[in-house]
């Protein structure tokens, strides 16, 4: 196949709908093809304290692989339509370490917009340095203020404290 190879690491919380959208559009101006790719990793077998063997022997679905296989289908199709024409490739791992060895193959990687997981590093700031191609991340969407919007609040309430420890800030300034 010849033309631009798009990566799209799709997330499974998200299902990244405007970085599969984007590397769609972007991939019928320069006759290239999408590749959306899905990391996941296999379930936890179940535990149970005091070495007392569990009560359930299994806690997910019977083929991890087909299952995430249908959900990365379902995310595609729920962003761009039944008759899309992106690949679709589940790869066991975490996305990390999938997506990096998936850029190796790719000319463009187009992630979803960062989000700060709990107590862990961004996936976009760990990519966009270390993956073989260039890394496009698409902008926050309207979920809420932006960022500036964040941070001038932040600073009214912090402004609001100042040298009044305790105390609730100062409103309607």
């Known amino acids: 196949m010849t033309g631009l190879l798009i990566l799209v690491g799709v997330s499974s919380r998200t299902g990244s709908p405007d970085a599969l959208r984007w590397a769609t559009d972007v991939a019928s101006q320069v006759d290239g093809r999408v590749?959306?790719?899905?990391?996941?990793?296999?379930?936890?077998?179940?535990?149970?304290?005091?070495?007392?063997?569990?009560?359930?022997?299994?806690?997910?679905?019977?083929?991890?692989?087909?299952?995430?296989?249908?959900r990365l289908a379902g995310l595609v199709a729920a962003a761009l339509g039944d008759d899309h024409r992106v690949e679709c490739v589940a790869e066991e791992g975490g996305p990390v370490r999938v997506l990096l060895r998936a850029s190796s193959q790719a000319d463009l990687l187009v992630l979803d917009s960062p989000r700060q997981k709990k107590g862990g590093k961004l996936v976009a700031a760990r990519l966009i340095y270390r993956s073989a191609c260039p890394v496009v991340?698409?902008?926050?969407?309207?979920?809420?203020?932006?960022?500036?919007?964040?941070?001038?609040?932040?600073?009214?309430?912090?402004?609001?404290?100042?040298?009044?420890?305790?105390?609730?800030?100062?409103t309607g300034v």
């Open 137 to 170: 991340t698409m902008p926050a969407s309207g979920g809420g203020p932006s960022g500036l919007r964040r941070f001038a609040a932040a600073v009214a309430e912090s402004a609001g404290r100042a040298g009044r420890p305790g105390l609730p800030p100062i």
């Open 35 to 70: 590749r959306a790719v899905l990391a996941w990793k296999p379930p936890r077998p179940p535990a149970a304290p005091g070495m007392h063997p569990p009560a359930v022997t299994r806690t997910g679905p019977d083929d991890p692989a087909q299952d995430a296989r249908e």
